[in-house]
């Protein structure tokens, strides 16, 4: 048998297609990404910010202000009530995908077991002491029958590895330290990046990220089919598979100058620069979704135009406007974070946009078509001729097109004759 060498081994290459391209110019979608609703993560109140920021300056010499905090249902209805005042050409409002932290630490069981192992709340059992604001997953799904409000799977804990953060909690040193100080406080955060997953063998991420895909199920009262986090390694994502998801979130990102950012800080985490927007992989069977414009601190008149130029382009917006924008210890934040997409809404609306979630922008890719629930209605988009048979609901017998009200039958073998276009199901 001849030896064999290194330049003569073939590594398997992986396999991209885009299977339904979409006419990003004549349907002119706009997804909202945003992530981080749950985490009870930094502070709870301004005071506790503040020990926060002096503990991260003692040890890190970090002069980081502490702003992010847990939502309430009054900053839910906020949120909602904005989101309401704007619809797309099809009449449906503009909607949010929110990406979910569904477990945060129950600092008491862990206090009481003297640190030796770990324990956590789920999101739909409630919240950490201290950090209570009231119904919140109630609230969620009061924006999800609005039909601007829906989440997907974001995280267990948010930004954190629980094994690692344990190790922390009982090692001598300064980071220790510091974790004990943090945790004091109910307060979990590091100021720094311990990645979700870090250190974890496959099973122990299956087991975590079937935790918390149980507990996002019990939570919102449907199993989520799109995911993201900076966290992953490649077996994290064919878990999530394993677990439902059919669209992966954030697989890349492009500033407004259309150049891929890359997360020097992140080296571990599986994102891929190479990847197109709507890109499918046959090994995971998930479609991958890249974030091309930002509604973070940018005005609305710079994000505006960089949306219509990714219209014209052929390529669909998606927005990230991460949870501080509209939930914050400074409401000064809170009225310019409110400010800024409205006026970018607004603008949107004018356009022509339509108002898309990560989950029905990923099956339109996969598929060629896309079914979601609002309210009691149930909407259908067929953007591709060559789409695959839609299944049709079983009690589903007519459709309306948006918005000009065509009526279309769905024959008794559910099938039925559509022109690309949104509809209503009867």
Request: charged share 25%; glycine share 6%.
């Amino acid at each position: 048998m001849d030896p064999i060498h290194p330049d003569k081994i073939f590594l398997p290459t992986r396999v991209w297609s885009i299977r339904h391209p979409i006419d990003s110019d004549r349907w002119r979608p706009v997804v909202f990404e945003s992530d981080d609703w749950g985490s009870a993560e930094s502070a709870p109140d301004i005071a506790t910010a503040q020990r926060v920021a002096h503990a991260w300056n003692d040890y890190y010499q970090s002069d980081r202000a502490v702003l992010t905090t847990l939502e309430s249902p009054a900053d839910l209805e906020r949120l909602f009530a904005a989101l309401e005042k704007f619809h797309g050409v099809d009449g449906l409002p503009a909607v949010f995908t929110a990406f979910a932290c569904v477990a945060n630490p129950d600092f008491d069981a862990i206090r009481r077991a003297n640190f030796s192992r770990y324990a956590w709340i789920g999101i739909d059992r409630g919240v950490p002491q201290g950090w209570e604001r009231g119904a919140i997953t109630a609230a969620w799904r009061a924006g999800i029958t609005r039909g601007v409000f829906a989440p997907e799977f974001h995280s267990f804990l948010h930004h954190t590895c629980p094994k690692t953060w344990m190790q922390l909690l009982t090692t001598p040193g300064r980071d220790g330290d510091l974790a004990r100080k943090l945790f004091d406080l109910n307060v979990f955060t590091q100021g720094r990046h311990i990645p979700e997953y870090e250190g974890l063998n496959v099973r122990e991420q299956a087991i975590q990220v079937k935790a918390g895909i149980e507990t996002f199920t019990r939570a919102v009262g449907y199993e989520p089919a799109a995911a993201v986090t900076s966290d992953a390694y490649p077996v994290t994502e064919v878990i999530w598979a394993l677990c439902g998801i059919r669209t992966v979130c954030l697989k890349n990102c492009k500033d407004h100058n259309g150049a891929v950012v890359v997360y020097h800080t992140k080296p571990w985490n599986n994102q891929d620069p190479y990847v197109p927007m709507g890109a499918y992989s046959p090994l995971e069977d998930v479609v991958y979704l890249s974030r091309n414009a930002w509604l973070e601190n940018e005005p609305a008149d710079e994000t505006g135009p960089i949306i219509q130029r990714l219209w014209a382009q052929g390529e669909p917006a998606v927005v990230s406007s991460h949870r501080i924008h509209y939930v914050s210890l400074r409401p000064e934040n809170v009225d310019q974070g409110f400010a800024r997409l409205e006026d970018l809404l607004g603008r949107l609306t004018a356009a022509g946009a339509r108002f898309l979630t990560s989950a029905e922008l990923g099956d339109l890719y996969r598929q060629g078509w896309s079914l979601r629930a609002v309210g009691p209605k149930q909407i259908l988009r067929k953007w591709s001729e060559d789409s695959e048979p839609i299944r049709f609901p079983n009690n589903a017998r007519h459709l309306i097109q948006r918005p000009d009200r065509h009526r279309f039958e769905i024959g008794a073998n559910g099938a039925a004759k559509l022109p690309l276009g949104d509809y209503e199901l009867e």
